[in-house]
């Protein structure tokens, strides 16, 4: 009867396991120690004990984000800044970390917090404008998870403190909501019952699945004649669907598994994000939240155009167009469709593309008096093969017309005689 009852508190445990959140957290400014494996996530006390260290000789500044997962700090794109510091340690999984952070100031001053206003890169640099103390902890919370944001909060910060000894640490106040259910579900999950097979029924049916095919969520964005458009304060972004085909296997006729991609359901707003982290001069990326993974446009300034690069997607796979997709300064982007091809055959296309760069100060995407600029069309009158065909006979022919010029010519005199010459075709006794 014991070993029943020792059985049943066992398994009773092991459904109800307690599973906290556990963010990841960037940390720069010091060496701390490494992470010993990515799957072990660091515990409250150790975290604890690391900032305490810490705390004796620098000042520390938190950066909170509303949730994060490891995956959007794995995204070099959305982080120009960030990516460019050295050293700088990645804890992929910290348990708890802001209540570690609230017991260490317990024991010394209270932590001192701030609500920037990160979508004004103007007054971000009076709001983060802090004395230096050697010991104080100070929260700036963005209250988002506009990662192309923070990380541009993130770079005014650092040139503020540059002259102060300083410990950065970036985190969230709770793990992404996908992820940590995920991992719940896979913590709480009984041990699944023998059964039958016979009797057809599923050992594992007590767990969630996460791999049934997802309906089309319910948007949160606007939605104008069946195209989704999403505002900001650079760009307006619209499309009808997006369009992800993968190649099932090899042949003549090659068969491919398509899939509708769907913004993420709460995720209406599309981040920017610039690439020198200063100004527009050296190109921006639009990122847009998905069901499948973040959607990266890269667009650079060439000769007064906008010249789309590439796009990412996938799990950082890379997509390139096979023809130059650009438009004027002046002018805003209008496509039927846009296909962009990876290096292992996938396609991604957009059906009704639009897209408007806002880069003077006047001007203001959130704005719903704001016109949208002209439209540049990027269908392709003149394709590349077309042009060099062209290039080619023009050589041919000019070559052809020279050629015939020289044989034509053979046999005639154009060379004007002297008065005092004879005549070349009358024979004279000298």
Not at 61 to 69: F, R, T
Not at 256 to 282: A, C, S
Request: charged share 20%; net charge neutral.
């Amino acid at each position: 009867m014991f070993a029943v009852c020792l059985v049943m508190f066992i398994n009773f445990s092991i459904v109800t396991a307690k599973v906290t959140s556990s963010p990841p957290v960037l940390i720069w400014g010091v060496d701390t120690p490494k992470a010993t494996s990515i799957f072990r996530p660091v515990t409250n006390s150790q975290f604890s004990k690391m900032i305490k260290n810490m705390q004796k000789d620098n000042m520390i500044v938190v950066y909170l984000a509303s949730e994060l997962a490891a995956k959007d700090i794995n995204c070099d794109v959305c982080f120009p800044y960030l990516s460019k510091i050295h050293p700088m340690n990645f804890y992929t999984q910290v348990e708890e970390p802001l209540k570690a952070i609230r017991r260490v100031s317990r024991a010394t001053e209270e932590i001192v917090y701030h609500n920037p206003i990160i979508s004004d890169i103007r007054k971000l640099e009076l709001e983060m404008e802090l004395p230096c103390n050697k010991g104080q902890i100070h929260a700036f919370n963005f209250n988002d998870r506009n990662v192309l944001a923070h990380d541009a909060a993130m770079a005014v910060a650092t040139y503020q403190f540059s002259d102060c000894p300083v410990v950065h640490v970036y985190t969230a106040y709770t793990e992404e909501d996908r992820s940590y259910q995920r991992r719940k579900a896979y913590k709480t999950r009984p041990v699944p019952i023998q059964m039958d097979p016979s009797k057809g029924i599923d050992t594992d049916s007590s767990g969630p699945s996460f791999n049934q095919s997802l309906g089309e969520p319910e948007f949160t964005y606007n939605m104008v004649d069946n195209i989704t458009v999403l505002r900001h304060n650079m760009v307006i972004v619209a499309f009808k669907s997006i369009l992800m085909a993968t190649r099932i296997g090899k042949g003549v006729q090659v068969p491919y598994n398509r899939t509708q991609v769907f913004l993420t359901e709460g995720e209406g707003e599309v981040q920017v994000g610039l690439l020198n982290g200063r100004d527009i001069k050296r190109g921006i990326v639009v990122v847009m939240t998905t069901n499948l993974s973040p959607l990266i446009l890269e667009l650079v300034p060439s000769l007064g155009n906008w010249y789309l690069t590439r796009i990412i997607f996938g799990g950082n796979k890379t997509f390139y167009p096979r023809d130059r997709i650009f438009f004027g300064f002046d002018f805003s982007l209008c496509c039927s469709d846009i296909t962009v091809f990876a290096s292992d055959t996938a396609r991604l296309s957009f059906f009704d593309f639009h897209l408007d760069i806002l880069y003077l100060d006047k001007d203001n995407g959130m704005d719903s008096n704001y016109e949208v600029k002209p439209c540049w069309s990027c269908s392709v009158v003149l394709t590349p093969a077309l042009s060099q065909t062209i290039f080619v006979m023009l050589i041919i022919v000019s070559i052809l017309c020279i050629g015939m010029a020289m044989i034509l010519s053979i046999g005639q005199n154009r060379i004007m005689l002297n008065a005092n010459d004879p005549e070349l075709h009358v024979k004279t006794d000298t």
